[in-house]
């Protein structure tokens, strides 16, 4: 029997990317042809998180359907197993049961025979990338004031085993993966019989294997000196992902942050009285209701003070059921974008700043990509190196970096390529 094609498209965070691999993964060993431009049946791997990422989500379903296609719906757009003419939805419960439904759809209408689970994935061999997510939690119980996702994923924080996590993790190294990137809703609620995120990334760090290990992101709440020590160990990639959202505390409060911005540059200070080129990036929402100027300026400022990489700016957009979306005194979309800009200005400035300080030095560089006789990798701090010839790919290379037209540009140190 000829086995359908399929099409897979995933929008949103690091955890959809993860669990849409694994799916991936099963349908590649049952025997499915991963198609993304003439399938039989496309996934959609939903994100509700922004008003835009909602839209993306259904201009992909309505372009597949026009093509005759069966559409799954999966994820945080799905609310429930249902279908209603070629549209199928699969939600987060569900997701990993997607190669089994492939197989018989009929199984949309039997759900009581489907376990819900929100860690049964198989290990992402067939991800498309050199770095590989592992799954470690979902669900989160932090209510912020304007995210929709407690509502979607629950707000039950879940925490997968050690010994499941440790052995994913060992096999993705046997499958010859050097970069394990731990993710879930929300890392820093992990708890799982005794252990929490730092206790489980020491146990991790022991496996004995020449691999190194990378959060997605970090609740500042979080940080503590035991965490801070994880970065001692050269298996830990030196760079952070803040959930910072804001860096005015009139705004990270009525967003129930639970922090101040003294706080986090208090602690970025402390990391990189350790490690001066430790690199930081942060999610900052710009045009939060009632922001002002000088709420704005702050950001402004922010993004300086705490010498960010990158700066993944979002501009707010109102979630039903938020206790964000039925505040007032709502900031004008016009004024929004021209916040953003500025923003993005000085993202773009304070990058190239970060960028001088890795002139001439020493970085172990992990080659995700060969194009046209040069290699492109990923250093320890995450700073993207380009090398002027083809070296070999998923392998570490010790090299001296230089700074050439806003590039980091390496040299081979030595071959010696693990």
């Known amino acids: 029997m000829v086995k359908s094609k399929v099409g897979v498209v995933s929008l949103g965070c690091r955890l959809n990317s993860y669990e849409i691999d694994s799916v991936v993964t099963s349908l590649k060993e049952k025997g499915y042809e991963i198609d993304n431009k003439n399938a039989d049946i496309y996934i959609v791997n939903s994100c509700v998180i922004t008003e835009r990422s909602e839209a993306k989500t259904r201009n992909f379903v309505n372009r597949f359907l026009k093509r005759g296609a069966k559409v799954i719906i999966a994820g945080c757009m799905a609310k429930d197993m249902s279908f209603q003419g070629n549209v199928f939805y699969v939600p987060n ?58 509502y979607i994923r629950g707000d039950k924080p879940l925490s997968r085993p050690v010994r499941d996590i440790e052995n994913e993790i060992k096999t993705l190294i046997e499958k010859g993966f050097k970069e394990i990137v731990i993710t879930g809703l929300n890392i820093a609620k992990y708890n799982f019989k ?80 350790q490690d001066p080129l430790f690199n930081f990036t942060a999610d900052i929402i710009s045009g939060f209701p009632s922001e ?6 702050k950001n402004v400022k922010g993004i300086q003070d705490i010498e960010l990489y990158h700066s993944h700016i979002f501009r707010y957009s109102d979630r039903p059921g938020t206790a964000a979306s039925k505040m007032s005194n709502k900031v004008k979309e016009q004024i929004k974008k021209r916040r953003i800009n500025e923003l993005n200005i000085v993202a773009y400035e304070t990058k190239n700043n970060i960028l001088k300080k890795f002139s001439n030095k020493i970085s172990r560089v992990l080659i995700e990509e060969i194009k046209n006789n040069f290699s492109y990798g990923l250093s320890e701090y995450y700073i993207p190196v380009f090398i002027n010839r083809e070296l070999n790919l998923n392998r570490f290379y010790k090299v001296k970096t230089f700074l050439n037209n806003g590039l980091l540009i390496g040299e081979i140190i030595n071959d010696n390529s693990k």
Request: hydrophobic share 35%.
């Open 194 to 273: 005794g252990y929490n995120l730092t206790t489980l990334i020491e146990h991790i760090l022991n496996i004995d294997a020449d691999f190194r290990i990378h959060f997605s992101s970090i609740d500042p709440n979080f940080i503590d000196n035991d965490f801070i020590n994880l970065f001692k160990s050269p298996k830990m990639v030196k760079h952070l992902h803040l959930s910072l959202q804001h860096c005015s505390d009139r705004i990270l409060k009525l967003m129930n942050r639970n922090y101040n911005f003294k706080k986090v540059l208090e602690l970025v200070s402390l990391i990189r009285s």
């Open 93 to 150: 419960d569900f997701k990993y049961k997607i190669p089994e439904i492939i197989e018989d759809f009929n199984k949309i209408n039997n759900v009581d025979i489907l376990k819900k689970s929100r860690f049964d994935y198989k290990p992402p061999y067939f991800t498309s990338n050199t770095r590989v997510n592992v799954k470690i939690q979902d669900g989160c119980n932090n209510y912020c004031s304007y995210c929709i996702l407690p």
């Open 292 to 297: 002002t100027e000088d709420d704005h300026n």
